[in-house]
Nanobody
Framework: VQLVESGGGLVQPGGSLRLSCAASGFTFSSYSMSWYRQAPGKERELVAVITSAGGSTNYADSVKGRFTISRDNAKNTVYLEMNSLKPEDTAVYTC?????????WGQGTQVTVSS
């Protein structure tokens, strides 16, 4: 199982970014996918979840209405569209899946929101 995130960077407050997570080594379309984030000195936080077929999503209250999780099962990729970014969104963002009780993580991508 391999998860590779991309798309992070430095953005001004109010700006947007789209993160991608390319998956391989498992049947991507069979599993829910999640995005987590961890800011310096803080615990890791679940940001968004999407079910295997993409029919259901769930978000942390802190990002509802600003972030959108989606997936393309033909491309084995899950996305996180982030709008109206705030400085408190600064963190390392990591995608995750759970296969038969084992959790798999990518290496993460840094998102910094600063003027």
């Amino acid at each position: 199982v391999q998860l590779v995130e991309s798309g992070g960077g430095l953005v001004q407050p109010g700006g947007s970014l789209r993160l991608s997570c390319a998956a391989s080594g498992f049947t991507f379309s069979s599993y829910s996918m999640s995005w987590y984030r961890q800011a310096p000195g803080k615990e890791r936080e679940l940001v968004a979840v999407i079910t295997s077929a993409g029919g259901s999503t769930n978000y942390a209250d802190s990002v509802k209405g600003r972030f959108t999780i989606s997936r393309d099962n033909a491309k084995n990729t899950v996305y996180l569209e982030m709008n109206s970014l705030k400085p408190e969104d600064t963190a390392v963002y990591t995608c995750n899946t759970n296969i038969f009780g084992r959790r798999y993580w990518g290496q993460g991508t840094q998102v910094t929101v600063s003027s």
